[in-house]
């Protein structure tokens, strides 16, 4: 788990987490902890930015970054270069990600945003052939995890490609230490909650006819297949279930132009893990074990229950 949260952290530096001064022996504030404890186990060419400042003792400000990563075997063998407009680092656990801290344990804490990421690798060029304009993207997270009680929180997981889409995440586990590794948490994490906003604007009109030409179909078409499956689960549904997938089944049908964002969510009566994904087949367990909503400002009461004739 620790050389996971160790890719993860090199991957901010690869798009600005870096600075150009070299940070005092007995450094206090973010922005010295970060150069004295964390660049020197990451590698860039080459790195720049036009103002930072510190935010505390864990967080830092900087802006108008440019970061060049080497050539690699990861990157193609090609220089690629990363543009930040502002990275704000509110709290970083510094002391789990310096070099000589234990194996195997995780950050417990971090909170940052990442304003205006733009780039030329394959990362940002993957939706060229589908027709999405590479627009910057704001990145945002911001995560704890308790320690002694064994619970993670992650308040915000929010990924925007501007004037395309927005995809946030939030959720509350049980069983997930600052020891879990991702086997050990798919086993003992149980989910006490959990939100998912897709507040889409233009993505889908793009992405769904390409996914549809790739199968030989039109849009309407591979959106049909969706909502007839989900007809066929719908129909021995009722109550808070049934509403809940009108919901879904709306946002699917207006994927060309949706009226607003789809928000799911789940609170189980129980904390639920894997093993209770069974359950699901069991009429309206959806609402009544999984705790499932789904709200859409432009919900028609049917649309479940109508397929693809609903389009």
Do not use: C, H
């Amino acid at each position: 788990m620790r050389a996971v949260w160790r890719a993860f952290l090199g991957a901010l530096i690869v798009v600005g987490l870096a600075l150009s001064a070299s940070a005092p022996a007995m450094a206090q504030n973010g922005l010295e902890r970060f150069e004295r404890d964390i660049k020197p186990q990451l590698e860039l060419k080459k790195f720049t930015y036009a103002s930072g400042r510190p935010l505390g003792d864990k967080g830092f400000i900087l802006n108008d970054v440019v970061a060049i990563v080497p050539a690699s075997e990861a990157t193609g063998d090609k220089e690629s270069t990363v543009k930040i407009d502002k990275l704000t680092v509110e709290e970083l656990d510094f002391d789990r990600l310096k070099k000589d801290t234990k194996d195997g344990t995780s950050p417990r804490f971090a909170k940052l945003r990442i304003e205006g990421m733009t780039g030329d690798d394959e990362l940002f060029s993957s939706l060229d052939s589908y027709g999405v304009p590479r627009v910057p993207v704001d990145l945002a997270l911001d995560y704890r995890i308790d320690s002694e009680a064994k619970v993670l929180t992650l308040k915000t997981l929010e990924i925007d490609l501007r004037g395309q889409a927005k995809i946030a995440l939030s959720l509350v586990m049980d069983g997930i230490s600052d020891k879990s590794d991702m086997d050990s948490a798919k086993d003992s994490g149980r989910l006490r909650s959990a939100s998912l906003t897709l507040d889409d604007k233009e993505l889908l009109a793009k992405l769904v006819p390409a996914f549809a030409k790739e199968d030989g179909m039109t849009g309407k078409e591979l959106v049909g297949g969706a909502l007839d499956a989900l007809a066929g689960f719908a129909q021995l549904q009722t109550g808070e279930t049934l509403k809940a997938l009108d919901a879904v089944a709306s946002f699917l049908s207006d994927w060309t132009a949706p009226k607003g964002p789809l928000v799911l969510g789940l609170k189980p009566t129980k904390t639920a893990g894997l093993d209770d994904l069974d359950k699901i087949a069991v009429p309206n367990a959806l609402s009544t074990i999984f705790g499932f909503t789904a709200t859409y400002p432009a919900t028609r009461a049917g649309a479940a229950k109508a397929g693809a004739k609903g389009q």
